[in-house]
């Protein structure tokens, strides 16, 4: 059972090159999430998608698009790339829906992918 | 709104020594306490959970009690190893919402 499965590892990219960080689960879970991670600064959420088709803004979403492919499967885009989004990217699922949970909203995460900008 | 404040770090202790990392949390309703931890290059996993008041959690030799009345979740080891350096991360759920709210988490370090 592999869980949350992100691609790439690590990335190094030029300012204004775009990229599409992947991320896929395979525990049918419903809610999927983007964070970066920043020294000093913890976790914080990018975007979030609490069922297929629905996706909603965390607390830092400007300069990333998302989709939720499917159920499984929600991607992360860069369209220009910027040196403050050098960051360790990670994604996560939960089995919460829309309507939360408090016990479902235990988060999976995968191993992360480690980009930097130039 | 919600929030989750946890002692900066790092900690530093020497293997077997007793480990207390602090957590206070704000919430509107009666939230879900969660201690995650990420090893040295790795992602988050969960290592205990509390979903009611005086719900004690334990894994690993790791415990964490949910005190309702000073609104805390600290977590506690009696002897720590050097495979325990990582950082912890102190997490609510509120009922209603599909996310977690993180403290900003606190490195450990243990020499043997």
């Known amino acids: 059972n592999a869980g949350v499965t992100q691609t790439p590892k690590f990335q190094v990219l030029k300012t204004g090159q775009s990229m599409t960080l992947q991320c896929a689960q395979d525990?049918?879970?419903?809610?999927m999430y983007w964070y970066r991670q920043d020294p000093g600064m913890g976790l914080r959420l990018i975007y979030y998608?609490?069922?297929?088709?629905?996706?909603d803004k965390g607390e830092v979403p400007n300069g990333y698009n998302v989709s939720r492919l499917n159920k499984r499967e929600f991607s992360l885009r860069l369209e220009s790339a910027a040196p403050s989004q050098t960051s360790v990217y990670f994604c996560?699922?939960?089995?919460?829906?829309?309507?939360?949970?408090?016990?479902?909203?235990?988060?999976?995460f995968g191993a992360g992918t480690r980009l930097s900008v130039l | 709104g919600n929030s989750v404040t946890q002692m900066e770090g790092p900690v530093t202790l020497s293997e077997e020594a007793f480990l207390t990392i602090n957590c206070t949390y704000t919430?509107?309703?009666?939230?879900?306490l969660f201690w995650y931890v990420q090893y040295p290059g790795e992602g988050l996993q969960l290592l205990l959970k509390?979903?009611?008041?005086?719900d004690k959690g334990s894994n690993k030799g790791f415990e964490a009690t949910y005190r309702k009345e000073t609104t805390s979740f600290h977590l506690e080891k009696g002897s720590v190893q050097v495979s325990d350096s990582a950082v912890y991360f102190c997490?609510?759920?509120?009922?209603?919402?599909?996310?977690?709210?993180f403290g900003k988490g606190t490195m450990l370090l243990v020499s043997p």
């Open positions: 509390a979903t009611k008041a005086d």
């Open positions: 919430a509107t309703g009666y939230p879900s």
């Open positions: 997490a609510l759920s509120d009922s209603g919402y599909s996310t977690l709210t």
């Open positions: 525990m049918n879970h419903n809610s």
């Open positions: 998608s609490a069922s297929e088709g629905t996706t």
């Open positions: 996560a699922s939960s089995e919460a829906g829309t309507g939360g949970g408090l016990t479902k909203n235990i988060q999976y």
